[in-house]
């Protein structure tokens, strides 16, 4: 029989994201499992650091940091329940790259992503994160639609 004891959730903030986050929420509930809520924060590209101070660099990444804890921090007051325990993780780098990682390092037994990409020219020209995700994932992944 399968059992659930922990979901991951890639989120970017989006309403796909709040859907996918609901929907794990649900299945956490029907299993009591746990939720690692996890955001991808793109790596900083390089040339534009070296024409800011460091001091500059360093409050830029206190300041996006600061923000990404408390979009997490809303996403969770918005749709978790009292007995579901979601722990949140932060990660740098390519977000289908690093939610793979996930998977293995929290030893995750299912994948909650929505089905989305933010634009249609990331789609084009990288291909869709969730597509690569389900592609290489060794755990079981559910897709949420729009």
């Known amino acids: 029989m399968f059992n659930v004891k922990k979901i991951l959730v890639p989120t970017d903030f989006s309403e796909a994201s709040d859907k996918a986050l609901k929907k794990a929420v649900d299945i956490?509930?029907?299993?009591n499992a746990e939720i690692i809520l996890l955001h991808v924060k793109m790596m900083d590209v390089a040339i534009i650091e070296q024409y800011l101070s460091e001091e500059l660099i360093k409050e830029l990444n206190e300041a996006t940091m600061k923000d990404i804890n408390e979009k997490l921090n809303t996403q969770i007051s918005k749709y978790s329940k009292p007995n579901i325990k979601i722990t949140t993780a932060i990660k740098e780098g390519v977000s289908y790259n690093e939610i793979l990682k996930a998977e293995i390092e929290y030893d995750i037994?299912?994948?909650?992503?929505?089905?989305?990409?933010?634009?249609?020219?990331?789609?084009i020209l990288f291909g869709s994160t969730t597509e690569k995700v389900v592609r290489r994932s060794k755990k079981s992944v559910l897709v949420v639609r729009d």
């Open 109 to 123: 037994d299912l994948v909650v992503i929505a089905s989305h990409s933010k634009t249609i020219f990331e789609d």
């Open 28 to 31: 956490a509930e029907a299993f």
